[in-house]
Nanobody, 130 residues
Framework: QVRLVESGGDSVQAGRSLRLSCALSGQSTDYIYWMAWFRQRPGKEREGVAAVNTISLNTYYSVSAEGRFTISVDKSQNTLDLLMNNLRPEDTAMYYC??????????????????????WGRGTQVTVSS
């Protein structure tokens, strides 16, 4: 059974950085072809932040995350990270790690569709104050 556990969330001031980490267990990243970070802001729907194709290592970002966030996968550690720089108050949200079922492919254009992902962590809270 795939299990995802996020960590690294914190309360910080605007302009600071945070690194979120997601530990994958129950399956190797060698067989998980897509991993992603989503977030849910208060009163909003869950939205895709960034994703990585673990075969090609192609990365995908939301407009808001582009240029500020960096997603990376460490296959030796079975972890997925999200480095978030220049944080803004509007980045305040619960951040979730997600993966597709093992050995399943997906078109890159679908990366931000939450329904494409089968496994989710419980989330880690990020709060950014101005």
């Amino acid at each position: 059974q795939v299990r995802l556990v996020e960590s690294g969330g914190d309360s910080v001031q605007a302009g600071r950085s945070l690194r979120l980490s997601c530990a994958l267990s129950g399956q190797s990243t060698d067989y998980i072809y897509w991993m992603a970070w989503f977030r849910q802001r208060p009163g909003k729907e869950r939205e895709g932040v960034a994703a990585v194709n673990t075969i090609s290592l192609n990365t995908y970002y939301s407009v808001s995350a582009e240029g500020r966030f960096t997603i990376s996968v460490d296959k030796s550690q079975n972890t997925l990270d999200l480095l978030m720089n220049n944080l803004r108050p509007e980045d305040t949200a619960m951040y979730y790690c997600a993966t597709r079922r093992p050995t399943t492919l997906m078109a890159g254009s679908r990366w931000a569709d939450a329904s494409e992902y089968a496994f989710w962590g419980r989330g880690t809270q990020v709060t950014v104050s101005s």
